[in-house]
């Protein structure tokens, strides 16, 4: 398999003063605290992050913190680069720094004010694949409004290209029709895996994963309106041998007050993979909850934690270490990814990108950035995943199967969690 080009352009080490020769005023009216910068680069969705105060002179910024990330393939960067009519000049990456903050209390309304912007275009080094420390260093982004001969606030920032290759998979049918997977490069496609959805009455006694399997009622249409389980998905090589599986292990319900699967009581999938000391035997890697939220807009809510090595088979909710949560648009779709550079919905700690050693579960270093992402498709949508995956995690062609079966997990889920009160699309519910 050979990766695909990209980079990511990583943003951090914000800090926010006043130089010693500018005036007072600057200092009270200006830096008001909290001050936020929003981060753009066109083509991307703006991202924002808080901006440091630095007090004094002895001071400076966090040498290793991260403010954002942007990853960009080869089309993203012609796109960049490209000219045009309404486009005199490459792209820049942008860093609009603002102080307060927006909103109204008391019934008193409040406007966050820009201080400045620091700009960085785009250039040829861009492509080259190499790692480049693009800015490093404080810059004037605004002049002292009240003496224009006097500097004004100043912002530290780093900005980083480091290439970031990935492998690039598809699910070339829907997970329940128990499709192929290939892998991507350029326009070919290569037969890698295969999926097979199973949702089998009971389980057989000589089924090495019937210690996960949630056995359905003989009754399965009734059941179906109370509850959604026994649902699994085997990945296997192309010489047919199992490599790893997502299992469901405790059932999708609906809350006692509604029709959907309820944040607090979420369904949950164990993803597994062989034991590479036991024949027949398979370990717990990762525990997948999803869930349905209604945020303003339907979302499905997905809480992946890795298990530790040697925990509970179960691995109870809580348990392992959270290394993502994500809300996805029921309607439109979008992206579950692992990534510990990235904010995510909720306030939880992720592990420091520089604790690396200690952050490895079955020779899979989580740590570092980018790991991997799936896209998903609307509920009104066929779903195809496809799915991006870091290279350092793959040292050989089972290394991918794992996320395969996670991936496959996160797909389903957007099945698993359609309210009660409608029926499954018919291709699911009647496959098997």
């Given amino acids: 398999m050979d990766p695909q080009p990209f980079v990511r352009l990583s943003i951090g080490s914000l800090g926010l003063r006043v130089p010693i020769a500018a005036s007072k005023a600057v200092r009270s009216d200006a830096l008001s605290s909290p001050c936020t910068c929003e981060i753009r680069l066109r083509g991307f969705p703006m991202q924002v992050a808080p901006v440091p105060l630095i007090n004094s002179p002895e001071e400076g910024p966090d040498p290793h913190s991260f403010a954002a990330s942007f990853y960009l393939e080869e089309s993203n960067l012609r796109a960049l680069l490209s000219h045009s009519c309404f486009q005199a000049a490459n792209a820049h990456l ?80 829907e997970t329940t029709s128990s499709p192929q997977i290939v892998h991507l490069q350029g326009n070919s496609k290569q037969p890698i895996f295969s999926c097979k959805f199973l949702r089998e009455r009971r389980a057989s006694q000589s089924d090495p994963l019937s210690s996960y399997w949630l056995t359905s009622s003989s009754s399965e249409q009734e059941n179906e309106r109370r509850e959604r389980k026994g649902w699994r998905v085997m990945i296997h090589d192309l010489s047919g041998s199992v490599v790893a599986a997502a299992s469901m292990v405790t059932p999708f319900v609906p809350s006692a007050d509604c029709d959907r699967v309820a944040r607090s009581n979420p369904g949950a999938w164990l993803i597994l993979h062989p034991d590479p000391g036991g024949i027949d035997t398979w370990r717990p890697w990762g525990r997948l909850e999803a869930w349905r939220e209604r945020n303003g807009k339907d979302s499905i809510g997905c809480r992946f934690h890795l298990i530790e090595e040697g925990g509970c088979s179960l691995a109870v909710a809580g348990g392992g270490v959270l290394v993502s949560e994500i809300l996805i648009s029921a309607e439109k779709g979008g992206e579950f990814f692992i990534d510990t550079t990235r904010q995510t919905p909720v306030p939880t700690p992720l592990p420091s990108p520089q604790s690396s050693g200690d952050f490895v579960y079955y020779g899979h270093d989580m740590s570092g950035g980018f790991v991997m992402n799936c896209h998903i498709q609307g509920e009104s949508k066929s779903s195809k995943p496809v799915v991006h995956l870091a290279t350092r995690h793959v040292k050989c062609v089972e290394d991918a199967a794992i996320f395969m079966a996670l991936a496959a997990a996160v797909d389903l889920s957007r099945e698993a969690c359609r309210p009660f009160r409608r029926r499954l699309r018919h291709h699911t519910s009647n496959s098997f």
Wanted: net charge positive; with cysteine.
């Fill in 94 to 173: 942008e860093i609009a720094v603002f102080s307060g903050r927006e909103g109204g209390h008391c019934g008193i309304s409040s406007r966050k004010q820009q201080i400045g912007a620091f700009k960085l275009q785009v250039g040829s080094e861009w492509t080259e694949g190499k790692a480049v420390l693009l800015h490093n260093g404080w810059t004037v982004i605004g002049k002292n409004k009240h003496d224009g001969s006097k500097p004004g606030v100043e912002l530290h920032v780093r900005v980083r290209l480091d290439p970031d290759p990935r492998f690039v998979f598809q699910f070339e049918g």
